[in-house]
């Protein structure tokens, strides 16, 4: 059976590595490109003054028959900018709950749901609604819990008009007093929307780092062996090469042939005697040697004869020799006979080979 908790782990590590560059990227997006701020100041007619962050006044929305209208150069103020509505007093209803332990505040936001019905006239599904909590001052095990809660239908068309505009997150403001400190309500999960976007482009990126990662070290990985399969091949090869030219054990440490190294090659090679035998039986008698060396398995002679033509076929006739031919000019000596200068190479058969 498959391990849940083997499983759940690399989850684990994976949700907090892109969690962690989530909160990175947006940390140096906000530090560097820091969003547009705008402060909404509602009336109870429904029109509305707008602020920066400084509190300089930009402009007016006013409220006409079929809906908001602003001036265009502030409508485009209100591009991925994030807007706080500051709503007239009354309109927040505010309502303290039973206190609660503080090992209890991360249920605090379904808590407060659900007792909206009873302490509104609204249904939860019908407002926007928040929960401020703070701890008790003799006991901070426990915290008091206020939520706030406004009717939707007090603000669609306000919220509408916002959307509209492509503000990038709202959020409600009610101004406190020398008793209750101000209240905000974040209503649009536009921001958290943008967060999941982001971490989902995280998580895409990383997946595709990997995988580009496991496929480049595979690659990398045969090539390697490829590479080692070849070299080894080409190694052998060499040693091969060098051994029939230059053999390891030729000569001792004072560069003298030794007798191991003599005994192979004599094994190794063609039987010197032998090929003298052997050449005595195919040439004619007209034919006479005064030359022969033998290198590599390449033997050349040179000689007289009287019939210089008829020695390459019958060299090349016999299984002991191939590639038999002359090597210079012939020249005729006083005599009448014809010098020659021949080479052919000794078959590698074991017959040839000295026991």
Not at 296 to 315: D, F, M, Q
């Amino acid at each position: 059976m498959i391990d849940t908790e083997l499983l759940a782990k690399p989850k684990i590590v994976w949700d907090w590595l892109v969690d962690g560059l989530s909160s990175v990227v947006l940390s140096c997006r906000e530090h560097f490109a820091p969003p547009k701020r705008l402060v909404l100041h509602l009336d109870e007619n429904g029109g509305s003054e707008i602020f920066s962050a400084d509190g300089i006044l930009l402009g007016s929305i006013v409220k006409e028959p079929t809906g908001f209208s602003c001036p265009m150069s502030l409508r485009e103020t209100f591009k991925d900018a994030w807007v706080e509505t500051v709503l007239p007093r009354g309109w927040m209803l505010r309502r303290a709950l039973q206190p609660i332990a503080t090992e209890s505040l991360p249920f605090v936001e379904a808590l407060a749901r659900h007792q909206i019905d009873r302490l509104t006239p609204w249904r939860a599904a019908d407002t926007y609604f928040g929960v401020r909590t703070w701890p008790f001052e003799d006991d901070a095990a426990k915290c008091h819990v206020e939520v706030g809660v406004v009717a939707k239908s007090m603000l669609r068309p306000h919220l509408d008009f916002l959307a509209q505009a492509g503000v990038a997150t709202s959020s409600l403001l009610a101004t406190g007093d020398q008793t209750s400190p101000d209240f905000v309500i974040r209503i649009d999960g536009s921001a958290d929307r943008g967060l999941e976007r982001l971490r989902r482009q995280i998580g895409f990126g990383l997946a595709g780092c990997m995988a580009l990662f496991i496929l480049g070290f595979g690659v990398l990985t045969l090539e390697k062996w490829t590479l080692e399969s070849t070299i080894g091949t080409l190694d052998e090869e060499i040693a091969h090469q060098r051994a029939l030219l230059h053999p390891a054990d030729q000569m001792d440490d004072n560069g003298v042939a030794t007798a191991q190294s003599l005994r192979r090659r004599h094994q190794a090679g063609p039987c010197f005697v032998g090929i003298l035998d052997d050449l005595s039986k195919v040439l004619p008698d007209h034919a006479h040697l005064d030359d022969f060396s033998l290198d590599k398995g390449v033997l050349r002679i040179s000689g007289v004869s009287r019939h210089v033509s008829e020695l390459v076929p019958l060299l090349e006739g016999t299984s002991i020799f191939s590639e038999a031919g002359f090597t210079g000019a012939t020249t005729r000596e006083e005599n009448g006979a014809d010098r020659f200068h021949l080479e052919m190479r000794i078959v590698a058969k074991s017959e040839n080979r000295c026991s």
